[in-house]
């Protein structure tokens, strides 16, 4: 297994985005993907390796989001993904690109919560339908279904 600076290195941004996604809150991201990374140490001994270590991390965020939403009474709201130039396109295209995903992102807002959160999982996380199953304690094709009709939704608004 990797050590812990590996695995914070190739997972923070991941758990940040997916609570930033969920929030829309880059404070709130931070903290819980900090938080997240100190459950994860203290328990790391509990994890047996029957699905990534992404899922693993997710779930802990996910849990503890949820915290925070009953302590503090948030609420789960519009998610914007931070948009990066990654690669040496030309800003015209980055601009399209930047345009295409905020639109699609605009989209999101407009499906249910656990509908959004289906597809940020799969769009951003890359996670298969068997993880987010069991990130959502749902089944594999429950997830599969409700990506499916979030695709659905959003075609039908010209977004994919």
């Known amino acids: 297994m990797k050590n812990i600076d590996e695995i914070y290195s190739e997972y923070a ?4 985005n997916y609570i ?28 047996r390796g029957e699905c990534k270590i992404s899922v693993w991390l997710c779930s802990i965020a996910k849990k503890i989001l949820y915290k925070e939403t009953k302590k503090h009474n ?25 345009d295409n995903k905020l639109r699609l992102y605009e989209a999101l807002q407009n499906l249910d919560v656990i509908t959004r959160e289906v597809m940020y999982l799969r769009l951003t996380g890359d996670l298969t339908f068997k993880e987010i199953g069991k ?26």
Do not use: Y
């Open 20 to 47: 930033f996604s969920i929030t829309r809150d880059k404070e709130l991201s931070e903290e819980i993907m900090q938080e997240t990374f100190v459950v994860a140490i203290n328990q790391i001994d509990n994890f």
């Open 74 to 98: 948030l609420r789960n709201i519009i998610p914007i993904d931070e948009l990066e130039i990654t690669d040496n396109k030309s800003i015209e295209e980055e601009c399209i690109k930047n």
């Open 13 to 16: 941004n991941l758990i940040k």
């Open 135 to 160: 990130i959502l304690n749902k089944s594999e094709n429950w997830a599969r279904v409700t990506f499916f009709r979030g695709k659905q939704k959003l075609s039908k608004e010209d977004i994919i």
